[in-house]
Each structure stands twice: as structure tokens, then as C-alpha cells.
């Protein structure tokens, strides 16, 4: 008869098992743990210092409310150099791609955004504003234009954005939802463009923003496009990742989410991020 292990032995054996088991599950658990899907964090409200040169690129239609709110940050900061540069969303995209010096993209549509985050060249974007088209027709409203269908109607005469202009393609998603088929008489590169045709009397209607309508002045009236017909129109910005300046950009984007800027934004008539 062989002779019986001894305790100790039989103990020592139990814990190398058990400990071994114990190992094992907790490599089983570490190997199949997956990490969370990051989400890109909101610009912070904390105030930061705007110094230096800072060079925005802005859509046309924050044009008034950019250059409103330049006076305040520029007495608030004396060492701050602001400039914009305003433009159709697809003409500063392209600028950007072909490494024109910006710092901050303000674009009017989340299409335009894309391009540039998708080619690497911008910071996860963030929405601080959202809009609504209206018609714009001068003064008076000599046509007696009261809506989309109306733009239709021969001896109008329409002037739309051109295709890539977030402020045309919103309007042809509109007309094309509705079956109304206008036939504009030019294609024009920004909403400033669009709205001079109509001022400067080539034009009698063209679709904007209700923000361009409202600081376009005594020489335009608008025309309402009911709610049911608006389209999603949202307002990202984003840092430039080739900034030179990237602690003053930073701050320029979270004024504008939720400081100085939107507060600018809102005066004039923008609708806040959802």
C-alpha cells in the first residue's frame, strides 16, 4: 500500500490550483473587457485668456453677429488680434484644405464640417446655433410674394445659392420635398450675395436665413417658411488643427457655445444648440 500524502502536501497542492484558477478568471475578464466608445467633450465655459493673432473663418450669414461681438472681445482682451474671414461654408472649406491660415471653422451646415474632420484638418466640431430659411423679397414686397410656390410663378425673378452653399442646398431640399420647381436666374456664392441681387433690385425674392433678413435692414422684408417645410439647419465649430494659436482658439469656441459670442448669436436672432 503506497504511503498517504502528506497534509501539508495536500494543502499546498489545493492552493496552487486555487490560485491558478483564480489567475485564469481574472485574465478571462481583463482580455475581453472593451474599452468605451469616446465621445468628443464640449469646449469648456471656463473663461480663458484671448490672445495674439486668431483668425476665424465664418460662414456669410454670421457675419453681423461675429462682427458685433469683435468689439467686445477685442476691448475685454487688448492683446487679442481678431479677424474674420467671411465666406460661403464650401469656398472656406476648400481655403482650409489648401492650408489657408485659419484658426476656428464656423460653419452653417454640418456637411461642410464633415469634409474637413473627415481629412483630419479640424477638432471634433460641437453645434452652438441653429437657424430657419425665410424668403427675402425687397421692401414693400412688390410681387406680393406669400411663399415657396410663389417663386415659382412667371415675372419672378429668383436668385439662389449655388450648389455646396448650405443656404441653397437647405432651399433645394425644401422645393424638392414640396415639388415646387424654380428656375433661379443666377447661382450666387453666399447668402450676402443672394440678398444684394434683391436689394439691388436684379431680383425680385431669394432664400436665406431669417438671421440675414433681420440685419438686412430697411430695404428688405421676409416672406415666412412655415415650420413644418424647415429643414435640420445646424451651426458646428471647430478648432483648425493646424492652428498657431491653439489656447486662443480653444477659448473663441467656448465663447461661442456658451459665453460672450453666443450671447451675440442669440441677439441676433440665432436659436441656441438643441
Partial sequence: MPPRPSRRLVSSVISVIGFTVVASACGSKSSTKTAAPSTPAAPTTTAAPLTGELNVFAAASLTGAFNTVKTTLTSSNPSLNLSFNFAGSNALVAQITQGAPADVFASADTRNMQKLFDAGLVDAPV??????????????NPKDITGLADLALPGVSVVLEAVGVPAGDYTRQVLAAKTIVVMPKSLE??????????TSGEADATVVYVTDV???GPKLAGVAVPDADQPAIEYPIAVVKATKNRAAAQAF???????????????AGFLPPK
Fill in 253 to 267: 469656441v467656448a465663447s461661442t457655445v456658451s459665453g460672450e459670442v453666443q450671447r451675440a448669436l442669440e441677439d
Fill in 189 to 198: 456664392t453666399d447668402v450676402k450675395s443672394a440678398l444684394a441681387k434683391v
Fill in 214 to 216: 433681420s440685419a438686412g
Fill in 127 to 140: 453645434t452652438f446655433a441653429r437657424n430657419k430659411l425665410e424668403i427675402a423679397v425687397a421692401a414693400g
